[in-house]
């Protein structure tokens, strides 16, 4: 594990914020291996150094992991399925303790964040955070004229209204690249077929920070949290 500040180490552990973990120092109450120091800029490793807070250890925080993953389509967003059919986890059985962030429906494919991060899983999924994800959708059949204006603005849905952040034609009545900050089950599904257009391919490309990029389907890579 690389080398880190002490106050951040501390704060990581849960003990305090960073900004009182700083006090804490500041105060003479934090030691390393034995040795009170108030210099804020002191680093140590966690997993070799010893540091204590007022006479007590302090942890070394548990690594969190988290990975891109290009779910498939015909996979199943849950840890297990009654209908016997593969699941995200079938991908991670040597990582146990992942979760998925949030879903994507059996029959769409593209980026799936996994992880064991509790906070960073809330961030991501949670509507009052507003993440923002891309998909790039084939459609197939013919909508009214304005359909394009109407996905932007209001569609009425069994669940209330809803509407696209953003919509950009990639291919001119065949290719759209929808953004969206809704939740809901196969949200952009059925705002497509609500005006009479089917989506015969979904893939989903960013969420927040987050980019498939060229994870081709079935493959993961570990990245850092942003």
Do not use: C
Not at 20 to 26: L, Y
Not at 52 to 81: I, M, N, Q, S, Y
Not at 92 to 119: A, H, I, K, Q, Y
């Amino acid at each position: 594990m690389p080398k880190e500040r002490a106050q951040k180490i501390i704060a990581a552990a849960g003990l305090m914020s960073r900004r009182h973990a700083e006090e804490a120092i500041r105060a003479g109450r934090v030691a390393l291996n034995g040795e009170v120091f108030t210099d804020l800029g002191r680093v140590l490793d966690p997993d070799t150094d010893h540091l204590t807070l007022d006479g007590a250890p302090v942890k070394k925080p548990e690594r969190k992991r988290l990975f891109l993953f290009h779910k498939p389509k015909g996979v199943v967003t849950t840890k297990d399925d009654p209908e016997g059919r593969p699941t995200v986890m079938d991908f991670f059985r040597d990582l146990p303790g992942l979760n998925p962030v949030g879903r994507l429906d059996f029959d769409s494919e593209g980026l799936l964040l996994m992880t064991d991060d509790g906070d960073l899983l809330l961030k991501l999924t949670h509507p009052r955070y507003g993440v923002r994800k891309v998909y790039e959708v084939d459609v197939e059949g013919k909508g009214p004229r304005d359909f394009r204006k109407r996905l932007l603005e209001s569609v009425e849905l069994s669940d209330g209204p809803g509407k696209f952040d953003e919509l950009e034609v990639v291919l001119p009545g065949t290719r759209y690249r929808v953004t969206v900050s809704e939740g809901r089950n196969r949200f952009v599904r059925r705002m497509f077929g609500a005006l009479g257009l089917s989506v015969v391919r979904l893939i989903r490309i960013r969420m927040g920070d987050y980019e498939l990029g060229a994870l081709k389907p079935g493959e993961r890579r570990e990245v850092e949290s942003t």
